[in-house]
């Protein structure tokens, strides 16, 4: 039963099993794999480099993320979520090279973790974290929102939003 599965895995959350939590939500999706709340909360279970059977397809962390996002196009925190994943940059001081970021196809489109943000923002444009980490992984030359983008204006839209945003002032 749809309702069980997801209220079983909500209560689960509270004890922290990831697993079991992770099982109930497949089963949840089993029964009606168009709910993209459920595969959100699923590809927040799922460890990177790991899968899970959902009926009987093996899918990973970005999987679950571009299920939600193919579900609602406007869901904001699953495409930063898949940005995340697909590898958004992260302030390190010490590296020495700048991985490149891997990228989805999405509606017969090239998705890399920027664009994801984008989308992150378009879904909800008052999201400190998404204009962030898209200025973080590559603002240059971004247009939209009726302009283009660069770096420092994405991070000044952080603070903008979030003045206290500590990750910010890295």
């Known amino acids: ?19 079991d939590k992770a099982a109930c939500y497949s089963r949840s999706l089993s029964i009606n794999p168009n709910q993209a709340v459920v595969w959100f909360n699923l590809g927040n279970t ?3 480099n790991e899968t899970i059977v959902v009926g009987q397809v093996a899918v990973s ?28 940059a992260q302030p390190r001081p010490d590296a020495d090279v700048a991985i490149r970021p891997q990228s989805i196809q999405f509606r ?21 974290e998404a204009w962030l980490q898209l200025g973080l992984t590559g603002a240059e ?8 983008w660069t770096q420092k204006d994405c991070i000044q839209k952080s603070l903008l939003l979030r003045p206290a945003f500590s990750d910010a002032w890295r």
């Not at 749809?2 to 697993?19: K, N, P, Q, T, Y």
């Open 1 to 19: 039963n749809l309702g069980v599965s997801l209220h079983r895995a909500e209560s689960i959350a509270v004890s922290g099993d990831l697993m």
């Open 46 to 48: 799922v460890q990177e």
């Open 61 to 88: 962390k970005s999987d679950c993320y571009v299920s939600a996002v193919h579900i609602d196009v406007r869901f904001a925190e699953a495409w930063y979520n898949l940005g995340v994943t697909l590898g958004a």
């Open 108 to 128: 017969r489109r090239d998705y890399d973790a920027s664009m994801c943000f984008i989308m992150a923002i378009l879904g909800r444009e008052e999201y400190p």
């Open 141 to 148: 030359g971004k247009t939209f929102l009726d302009r283009s």
